[in-house]
RNA sequence: GCCAAAGUGGCGGAAUUGGUAGACGCGCACGACUCAAAAUCGUGUUCCUUCGGGAGUGAGGGUUCGAUUCCCUCCUUUGGUACCA
């Protein structure tokens, strides 16, 4: 009757995919009775290619894990939905006029099709669309809540701005100072800086909420933007690649620009130290810290000598302020307040065209040139506060206005950059590390002894750190200092499709709306084109953006980072009205258990999403403080190109091999009307119109493609569809084979090579529980000892590989179980059904259809995970390797409870071992039980 | 430049509290079935070999009875980051 065929296939998976519709069988339920277990995936973005069969890896990963630890007992969240608001379907609707609700809604309805057709279990009645205003409502109130908070830096967590506002009133800010201004931002701001509880209540309303700006941690201010003049438009950093716009190419530009920032900033030391709770990878915490980029030093304050006394000092920021008798020179950062303050008469020239030229300096410009050494003297002295030498101060474009202080001391035989300065420049060298410095490069060691260093001489530079930390305390003109390379997020996007902001403008202060007014809900227009100003398309609906006189929205929208942030929260009380999720659901679901996706979103996605459940948590919204327990990167899959060459001016395409005589241009072709690495020449000519009449000089009589391993991509024509591989061999194939391509982790060349392999392992296993004439045969016999080991050993080792996430030796161990059972003829009902079960996460469609002819009534996602017996594993004897000098020589088998020196003596005494030895007494016998005998000689 | 990860047959990859390297799959070779081919099934498959054995996990060194696994130096590849003092 049926064969495991390719017809039988289409069946099966339309059969259980139709019955798992019906039957609802995915859908969660809160069940506190029930050990929870949360997976989720990292959303996507639904593109209008559509899936390759990149996107799955990850999903079936997941969808592994969820339906494994469903049959394990727990009550499993794994949800799905889309990252729907951003920038490629803004684009498609100024090309194309289609609006971005119109295709974005498409493309989900394509995605939701090819990942039904792989047989996920997720429970979509709880999909989440992050343009719904059903769902931003909630990320606009998120944001009104970090915009009502600031970080109280003594309790290192959120508070709520009322309480900030009490402490004004009763102490002022003597201890809540402001925080360190934005980096890279140098627009207006609060001129008041330290003020007491008298002076707070004489300010205006307006002074008052300008103070209490600097505090919020979602935040306005005046920032730099990247503008693109020739695009007439914001972008992204990361649609800024080495200075030139991403689409395009075109020059980007600084510009400043009223925006809103999150003050991630003071989250740094929590959001680094909570690296060490999480469960992720090194290199994934690595890059993380990377990016946070905390170092340990100390600022310094050194008093000025200049013609105007109007500024007395200067303060800079060291990792090393142990070689503070090094310092032959200052530099202040070109855009620095100080520059002109202290600029001598004389120099007045100089420093004024220095600051010009790097005004003219492009980005592009700087990342081409960054060793370019340039800078200008202000004519003005440093004093040194332990010898009172005097040192230039110059400026140069190499100290950045945004890190620590914005000044640096030079330290030129220590600091590779400084070293080039001064040579450059031509001033004096200081030695202080002897003969650690050679005099051509400056050496950055931590080990020298120190020398010209007064105080300091004789001691080790690592300790001299802390000597000159007390000194500079005990004189009150510096101390030690932690600074971060991690920058305040840029928050606003001048773009149409995104979350409008929930503010109104009073006076040009924004005021937060109210939750009932909320959600805001994106204007509809048809005029995606940003209004030229550099303000985004809202701007352009007047109407919308003026709501009164003086009162004005925001024509900015937030990233897509926003509802990106938090959306593993609302996926656990997903049609809430009156709470962004209840306290129920959150306690209950609390963290992610496990996250896949890829690693492109290591930094941003993370950051914003961690930051988000740090606020929340502050503000007592949650009860748990980082979002994610364990996260997993999964690789990418690669496409794995073809191409073809064509004689430069002609329609003659001539073969891989003996291209380099003629003179070729290389053109992608369709991989999938290559065999291989064979072009199938006739279906070349139909592939398109301009190859109708293509001639091929072939090799061989065949004509090989050249290849290359190249981003899975429309236009590369190397794209794989899922849909493809499921045609002609069926979601289960498809799942198994993307398992077994190798480690979760790993990039990797999409390759079909390997697939009948997979397809085989499923033909035997139907054959094993079917007769010749394709009807089920399963006996009720007693299973044998053997049989039941090899059952017992594979649910085991796949239940180990499940939870390190090792898919493609789970996959082998199948295989090998099915094998094994093949060579034993065994068709036993006490074998077979927990194998199926064992194996219906990795493939739920055959899996299904076994378990019915089984007999059983109930989806197999009701069964319970077969226990491994442990007694059916133990050996009482082990097959000895009988090593001699290190290399196998015999192997012996022995009672795993033999004593040693039994053991020791029949090794001896054996033939093998007699024949090594030539009768010699070896020298002596290691014995590791369960593992190797070692006879040395 | 700095940080991190990785380097194993013809290919994808297995094996690490140090204990028989190459599991499993692909490919290839041979055999069975067939008039034949495909499909299927079975056997073999790291390399060299005078068939005793020898070499072998990027290269070189070290620790050890024993190293793919630990340590040092170097090379290559991939990812991250970059004038961050």
């Not at 003996?658 to 072709?669: C, F, N, P, R, S």
């Not at 996602?861 to 077969?866: E, G, H, I, R, V």
Request: proline share 5%.
């Amino acid at each position: 009757m049926a064969d495991y065929s390719k017809e039988e296939i289409k069946r099966i998976e339309e059969k259980w995919q139709q019955r798992w519709r019906e039957q609802q069988v995915y859908k969660t339920k809160t069940d506190p009775s029930k050990p929870k277990y949360y997976v989720l995936d990292m959303f996507p973005y639904p593109s209008g290619a559509g899936l390759h069969v990149g996107h799955p890896l990850g999903y079936i990963s997941t969808d592994i894990v969820a339906r494994f630890k469903r049959i394990k007992g727990f009550n499993v969240l794994h949800p799905m939905g889309y990252d729907a608001f951003g920038l490629p379907a803004e684009q498609y609707a100024i090309e194309h006029g289609v609006h971005p609700a119109i295709s974005t809604a498409n493309n989900i309805e394509v995605f939701r099709n090819q990942l039904d057709r792989i047989g996920f279990c997720y429970d979509w009645s709880r999909e989440v669309r992050t343009c719904d205003p059903k769902y931003y409502k909630w990320t606009q109130w998120i944001f009104l809540q970090l915009f009502d908070s600031w970080f109280d830096r003594s309790k290192q967590k959120a508070e709520r701005i009322k309480d900030l506002i009490s402490i004004f009133e009763k102490e002022g800010n003597i201890n809540h100072r402001l925080p360190n201004p934005p980096t890279g931002r140098t627009g207006p701001k609060s001129k008041i800086q330290n003020f007491g509880p008298s002076e707070w209540k004489k300010l205006s309303e307006r002074e008052k909420e300008e103070i209490l700006m600097e505090y919020r941690l979602a935040y306005l201010a005046y920032t730099d933007v990247n503008w693109c003049e020739a695009l007439g438009t914001v972008l992204a950093n990361d649609e800024v690649i080495n200075g030139l716009s991403y689409r395009g190419g075109h020059p980007v530009v600084k510009k400043q620009m009223r925006q809103w920032s999150l003050r991630i900033t003071e989250y740094a030391e929590r959001l680094l130290k909570g690296l060490n709770e999480v469960d992720f990878s090194e290199s994934m915490k690595d890059i993380q810290r990377n990016w946070i980029g905390r170092s340990e030093g100390a600022k310094i304050d050194f008093k000025i000598k200049s013609e105007k006394s109007t500024v007395s000092s200067m303060t800079v920021f060291t990792t090393r302020p142990d070689t503070i008798f090094g310092v032959d020179f200052m530099v202040v950062a070109p855009e620095h307040e100080m520059v002109k303050e202290i600029t001598a008469a004389g120099h007045q020239k100089e420093v004024g065209e220095y600051l010009r030229y790097v005004e003219s300096r492009s980005e592009v410009d700087r990342m081409a040139e960054v060793k370019k050494i340039t800078g200008a003297f202000t004519g003005a002295y440093a004093v040194n506060p332990f010898n009172n030498r005097e040192v230039p101060i110059w400026i140069s474009e190499y100290v950045l206005a945004g890190y620590g202080t914005g000044a640096i001391m030079g330290v030129p035989c220590g600091d590779d950059r400084d070293h080039r300065f001064a040579k450059h420049f031509s001033i004096p060298i200081t030695n202080i590390i002897g003969e650690h410095y050679n005099g051509e490069e400056a050496n950055p060691t931590y080990d020298a002894t120190l020398s010209n260093s007064d105080f300091l001489d004789g001691i080790k530079m690592k300790d001299a750190m802390q000597v000159v930390i007390e000194k500079l305390v005990a004189l009150g003109i510096g101390e030690k200092q932690v600074n971060y390379k991690m920058r305040d997020a840029g928050w606003s996007r001048q773009r149409y499709w995104g979350e409008p902001f929930p503010v109104v403008f009073k006076d040009d202060m924004p005021y937060a709306m109210e939750e009932k007014e909320l959600p805001l809900e994106l204007p509809d227009t048809n005029e995606f084109k940003s209004s030229g100003s550099g303000e985004g398309p809202l701007a352009n609906l007047k109407e919308w953006i003026n709501i009164g006189p003086n009162e004005k929205r925001d024509s900015n929208t937030m990233p897509t980072h926003a509802g990106a942030a938090w959306y593993f929260l609302r996926y656990m009380d997903p049609h809430n009205e009156k709470e962004f999720a209840s306290r129920e659901a959150l306690d209950y679901w609390n963290q992610v258990d496990v996250y896949v996706g890829g690693s492109e979103h290591a930094v941003a996605h993370l950051l914003y999403a961690r930051l988000w459940i740090k606020v929340l948590h502050d503000l007592g919204y949650l009860n748990f403080d980082e979002p994610f327990k364990k996260l997993i990167n999964q690789g990418k899959i690669t496409g794995d190109s073809r191409f073809v060459y064509r004689i430069r001016g002609t329609h003659k395409f001539v073969s891989h091999g003996i291209k380099d005589q003629y003179e070729t241009d290389a053109l992608h072709v369709d991989v999938n009307i290559v065999d291989g690495f064979e072009l199938d020449t006739e279906e070349f000519k139909k592939w398109k119109p301009d190859f109708e009449n293509a001639e091929f000089i072939l090799e061989d009589g065949k004509y090989i493609c050249g290849s290359a391993i190249e981003k899975m991509s429309k236009s590369y024509f190397n794209v794989i569809n899922p849909d493809k591989i499921i045609e002609s061999y069926g979601a289960d194939t498809l799942r198994m084979y993307e398992m077994f391509l190798g480690p979760i982790e790993q990039s990797k060349p999409w390759n079909t090579s390997g697939i009948d392999g997979v397809y085989k392992f499923f033909r035997k296993l139907w054959n094993l529980m079917h007769d010749a004439s394709g009807e089920i045969n399963i006996s009720d016999e007693a299973p044998s000892k053997d049989e039941l080991k090899v059952l017992h050993k594979t649910i085991k080792k796949v239940e180990q590989d499940i939870n390190n996430f090792s898919f493609n030796t789970s996959v082998s161990e199948f295989m090998i179980c099915v094998n094994e059972l093949s060579s034993l003829k065994c068709n036993k009902r006490q074998i077979l059904e927990p194998l199926v079960i064992a194996l219906s996460p990795f493939a739920p469609h055959i899996t299904e259809e076994l378990w019915e002819k089984l007999g059983h009534k109930e989806s197999i996602l009701n069964a319970m995970y077969p226990m491994v017996e442990e007694k059916y594993l133990v050996e009482s004897s082990y097959e000895y390797p009988i090593s001699i000098n290190g290399k196998v020589r015999a192997k012996m088998n022995f009672a795993l409870d033999m004593p040693k020196e039994d053991m020791q003596k029949l090794v001896l005494a054996s033939d093998t071992v007699q024949k090594w030895t030539e009768g010699k007494d070896p020298k002596k016998v290691i014995i590791v039980p369960g593992k190797i005998v070692n006879v040395v000689l």
